[in-house]
């Protein structure tokens, strides 16, 4: 089989910009919006990647997922309603609201679903932050109070990362991305996101953004203190009960197959390009589905490739 390409779905967000279309050439749904989201490889009841071209032209993800499953997935996999992992970029020109996502054991009684991601850095503007953790000796007492005068960016742990760096941000981890950043991020097949604080700012409809200050307290890990962008030893930047991600480094005429010949892949092509058995070229900013039995591809120059396998 060929590799699988989908269309991506844009979303618009009052942190987003364009840099879609200056980084990867992406065509944006219209000329001025801020778009901060393009998910890549989704199947939820309302958002669905939709095959473009090849055999299974205009199918949805959920689609092969369920018809399809043992011809393109493989074997030993999770036995769910939907394609378990969800892959995005992140284009933020401002900063995103200070979150948490709920851990397994509260998720279901706070109405949400369980979410741990990891973020690949794909590019970033010089000094830009990423919050994740608390800072060192904060206190629920004091995150509340923070809460209430609108404070709570002064308690955030903040770290400055470079291309190619990444970090695990399990559910609980309080996280916000901030300004200048361009993001892979690898995550369950979830979308719940408590937030916060926002900013004190508008959403596009010029109203505040709804917060979710109860279920963020319930949910924030409040002995997460300062952590640091992972040191990664090997291919593997995480490896979690959900998915796996290694970075894989390619020289010019080497190839990438899956590494496991009985099951899937997902390829994000993070730098160069690489072409398939027929000639098909995938540059950079490219999502693939490696079917199972798939023939390897071979990058044209040297290439840097992201690949998901379902852990």
Same mark, same amino acid.
């Given at each position: 089989?060929?590799?699988?390409?989908?269309?991506?779905?844009?979303?618009?967000?009052?942190?987003?910009?364009?840099?879609?279309?200056?980084?990867?050439?992406?065509?944006?749904?219209d000329a001025e919006s801020p778009y901060g989201e393009s998910w890549e490889i989704v199947?939820?009841?309302?958002?669905q990647s939709i095959v473009d071209g090849g055999p299974f032209d205009g199918l949805t993800?959920?689609?092969?997922?369920?018809?399809?499953?043992?011809?393109?997935?493989?074997?030993?996999?999770?036995?769910?309603?939907?394609?378990?992992?969800?892959?995005?970029?992140?284009?933020?020109?401002?900063?995103?609201?200070?979150?948490?996502?709920?851990?397994?054991?509260?998720?279901?009684?706070?109405?949400?679903?369980?979410?741990?991601?990891?973020?690949?850095?794909?590019?970033?503007?010089?000094?830009?932050?990423?919050?994740?953790?608390?800072?060192?000796?904060?206190?629920?007492?004091?995150?509340?109070?923070?809460?209430?005068?609108?404070?709570?960016?002064?308690?955030?742990? @903040? #770290? %400055?990362?470079?291309? &190619?760096?990444?970090?695990?941000?399990? /559910?609980?981890? !309080?996280?916000?991305? $901030? +300004?200048?950043?361009?993001?892979?991020?690898?995550?369950?097949?979830?979308?719940?996101?408590?937030?916060?604080?926002?900013?004190?700012?508008?959403?596009?409809?010029?109203?505040?953004?709804?917060?979710?200050?109860?279920?963020?307290?319930?949910?924030?890990?409040?002995?997460?203190?300062?952590?640091?962008?992972?040191?990664?030893?090997?291919?593997?930047?995480?490896?979690?009960?959900?998915?796996?991600?290694?970075?894989?480094?390619?020289?010019?005429?080497?190839?990438?197959?899956?590494?496991?010949?009985?099951?899937?892949?997902?390829?994000?092509?993070?730098?160069? @390009? #690489? %072409?398939?058995?027929? &000639?098909?070229?995938?540059?950079?900013? /490219?999502?693939? !589905?490696?079917?199972? $039995? +798939?023939?390897?591809?071979?990058?044209?120059?040297?290439?840097?490739?992201?690949?998901?396998?379902?852990?």
């Open positions: 089989m060929e590799p699988i390409r989908f269309h991506p779905l844009y979303m618009q967000r009052v942190w987003g910009g364009r840099e879609l279309e200056r980084v990867y050439g992406r065509t944006l749904p199947d939820r009841p309302d958002e993800l959920h689609d092969l997922w369920t018809a399809h499953r043992e011809e393109i997935f493989g074997v030993d996999l999770p036995d769910s309603g939907r394609f378990p992992i969800l892959i995005k970029i992140l284009d933020s020109r401002d900063d995103l609201s200070i979150q948490v996502h709920p851990p397994l054991h509260l998720a279901e009684q706070l109405g949400g679903e369980p979410k741990t991601e990891m973020w690949y850095i794909a590019d970033r503007c010089p000094g830009a932050k990423l919050y994740v953790g608390l800072k060192d000796g904060v206190t629920r007492p004091d995150f509340e109070r923070a809460v209430a005068d609108g404070t709570v960016a002064d308690l955030v742990h @903040s #770290v %400055s990362p470079s291309p &190619g760096d990444s970090i695990f941000i399990p /559910s609980g981890r !309080l996280h916000a991305i $901030g +300004a200048g950043f361009l993001i892979h991020e690898i995550q369950q097949n979830s979308d719940t996101t408590y937030r916060v604080f926002d900013w004190n700012r508008v959403g596009l409809d010029g109203k505040p953004r709804e917060l979710h200050v109860e279920q963020s307290l319930a949910s924030i890990d409040f002995g997460d203190f300062e952590p640091m962008m992972d040191a990664p030893e090997g291919p593997a930047l995480a490896a979690c009960e959900f998915f796996r991600t290694d970075r894989v480094t390619l020289g010019a005429g080497d190839a990438i197959g899956n590494p496991d010949g009985k099951r899937f892949s997902i390829l994000s092509v993070v730098h160069g @390009s #690489v %072409s398939s058995a027929s &000639g098909l070229i995938f540059g950079k900013g /490219s999502f693939l !589905l490696l079917p199972k $039995g +798939a023939s390897p591809l071979v990058a044209g120059d040297d290439a840097t490739v992201l690949q998901v396998t379902i852990s």
